[in-house]
């Protein structure tokens, strides 16, 4: 915009020196007594005049000539009169052509060049708005289909985290009903393996209370809590997945986590691990600590990732499963970034080889300093 004016007003300067010269042509034939001469180069400047319109009028204002007014108006005193009428009213003065005995006065207007430069900065204001208006709205569209899908994915994946314990409840009962004749130590077994399960529907119902609100952080032994994960998901994994993960035993580290979400991360990176590796392979946790933080490593030897989806990976509805929803790495991100204070991302990644993702974590109380990466324990 600062440039268009800039060009307007050199575009106005040299229009002015064009009437100027214009003028000073009309001067030069008025002066001239002698009607012979030549007024070839007067004659000249003036036809070449086109794109500036021009009034010619006498003292009293009366419009003796129109120039670059369009067919039929240049010899429409009356229109040329209302011409004049508003460039009197708008303040601009004409220039005087002194003449033998009678003085003319030329009133000249910008040019439509002028005109449409003098509006391009308002069309461009106009063009911009429009311009950031759209990308409002499909900023606005945009946020609306992420939030719809974030519900459709907390609705899928709730029935998929009940699906597994009701099912084996329904199995148990089931099963009790058709067994009249049961051993009672055999009964008890199966109602503790019941209980079990009642008590995963606990867990699942106070992970996703935890979701929306302010979870309590407490203050964890790090590898403890990573080997209650590591217990979990071990009973549940093919007995080709090899787990190594730190020995709970060694040197205590202590964050403050809230312990239901945190493990449902662990758990996640773990299932999406098998996911990968499809019934065969390695998952293996290291921790490190560096500058305060603790960073908790979770490597896998499947798919790999490719470069340009590291970022991709944490968005809701982002998935590489048939059957996936993915919503578990964008809750995951929550859980971790937004609850916990820490990072979640891809640390490295390579196609058929594996995939690492890290957990940054602040870490809590005195501990024995560990500088180096803690090998884990198969």
Same mark, same amino acid.
């Given at each position: 915009?600062?440039?268009?004016?800039?060009?307007?007003?050199?575009?106005?300067?040299?229009?002015?020196?064009?009437?100027?010269?214009?003028?000073?042509?009309?001067?030069?034939?008025?002066?001239?007594?002698?009607?012979?001469?030549?007024?070839?180069?007067?004659?000249?400047?003036?036809?070449?005049?086109?794109?500036?319109?021009?009034?010619?009028?006498?003292?009293?204002?009366?419009?003796?000539?129109?120039?670059?007014?369009?067919?039929?108006?240049?010899?429409?005193?009356?229109?040329?009169?209302?011409?004049?009428? *508003? +460039?009197? @009213?708008?303040?601009?003065?004409?220039?005087?052509?002194?003449? &033998?005995? $009678?003085?003319?006065? =030329?009133?000249? %207007?910008?040019?439509?060049?002028?005109?449409?430069?003098?509006?391009?900065?308002?069309?461009?204001?106009?063009?911009?708005?429009?311009?950031?208006?759209?990308?409002?709205?499909?900023?606005?569209?945009?946020?609306?289909?992420?939030?719809?899908?974030?519900?459709?994915?907390?609705?899928?994946?709730?029935?998929?985290?009940?699906?597994?314990?009701?099912?084996?409840?329904?199995?148990?009962?089931?099963?009790?009903?058709?067994?009249?004749?049961?051993?009672?130590?055999?009964?008890?077994?199966?109602?503790?393996?019941?209980?079990?399960?009642?008590?995963?529907? *606990? +867990?699942? @119902?106070?992970?996703?209370?935890?979701?929306?609100?302010?979870? &309590?952080? $407490?203050?964890?032994? =790090?590898?403890? %809590?990573?080997?209650?994960?590591?217990?979990?998901?071990?009973?549940?994994?093919?007995?080709?997945?090899?787990?190594?993960?730190?020995?709970?035993?060694?040197?205590?580290?202590?964050?403050?986590?809230?312990?239901?979400?945190?493990?449902?991360?662990?758990?996640?990176?773990?299932?999406?691990?098998?996911?990968?590796?499809?019934?065969?392979?390695?998952?293996?946790?290291?921790?490190?600590?560096?500058?305060?933080?603790?960073?908790?490593?979770?490597?896998?030897?499947?798919?790999?990732?490719?470069?340009?989806?590291?970022?991709?990976?944490?968005?809701?509805?982002?998935?590489?499963?048939?059957?996936?929803?993915?919503?578990?790495?964008?809750?995951?991100?929550?859980?971790?970034?937004?609850?916990?204070?820490?990072?979640?991302?891809?640390?490295?990644?390579?196609?058929?080889?594996?995939?690492?993702?890290?957990?940054?974590?602040?870490?809590?109380?005195?501990?024995?300093?560990?500088?180096?990466?803690?090998?884990?324990?198969?």
């Amino acid at each position: 915009m600062i440039y268009v004016n800039y060009l307007t007003q050199r575009l106005k300067e040299g229009e002015r020196y064009t009437a100027l010269v214009f003028s000073g042509a009309m001067e030069n034939i008025t002066r001239k007594q002698d009607m012979n001469q030549d007024f070839t180069f007067e004659s000249d400047i003036i036809s070449s005049i086109k794109s500036i319109p021009m009034i010619l009028t006498d003292k009293n204002m009366v419009p003796k000539l129109g120039r670059n007014y369009g067919e039929g108006k240049n010899e429409d005193t009356d229109y040329l009169s209302r011409r004049v009428q *508003k +460039l009197v @009213a708008s303040g601009k003065k004409p220039l005087e052509i002194p003449g &033998e005995g $009678v003085v003319e006065y =030329l009133y000249y %207007e910008n040019s439509r060049l002028y005109t449409m430069l003098t509006y391009f900065p308002l069309f461009q204001g106009i063009l911009l708005f429009g311009f950031i208006a759209l990308g409002y709205i499909g900023f606005s569209n945009a946020r609306r289909a992420e939030q719809n899908q974030v519900w459709v994915g907390m609705a899928k994946e709730t029935a998929h985290q009940l699906g597994t314990p009701i099912s084996a409840i329904m199995g148990w009962l089931q099963y009790l009903e058709e067994e009249e004749q049961m051993d009672p130590s055999l009964r008890r077994e199966y109602l503790h393996e019941m209980g079990k399960d009642v008590d995963r529907l *606990k +867990l699942i @119902a106070d992970r996703f209370s935890k979701i929306g609100s302010t979870p &309590e952080l $407490v203050r964890i032994n =790090l590898f403890e %809590e990573l080997d209650k994960c590591k217990g979990y998901m071990q009973k549940r994994s093919p007995k080709k997945v090899q787990f190594a993960f730190p020995d709970p035993d060694q040197s205590a580290l202590y964050v403050k986590i809230n312990p239901p979400l945190f493990d449902w991360v662990i758990e996640n990176l773990v299932r999406n691990a098998l996911d990968a590796m499809e019934g065969a392979g390695q998952i293996s946790a290291n921790v490190l600590e560096e500058d305060g933080y603790l960073n908790i490593d979770i490597t896998d030897t499947g798919k790999g990732i490719p470069a340009n989806k590291f970022k991709t990976v944490f968005q809701p509805g982002f998935t590489t499963k048939s059957r996936g929803w993915g919503l578990g790495l964008s809750l995951a991100q929550r859980i971790i970034e937004q609850y916990h204070q820490g990072k979640i991302f891809v640390k490295h990644s390579r196609l058929n080889e594996g995939t690492t993702f890290s957990i940054k974590l602040p870490k809590v109380g005195e501990a024995e300093v560990v500088k180096t990466k803690i090998q884990a324990k198969i």
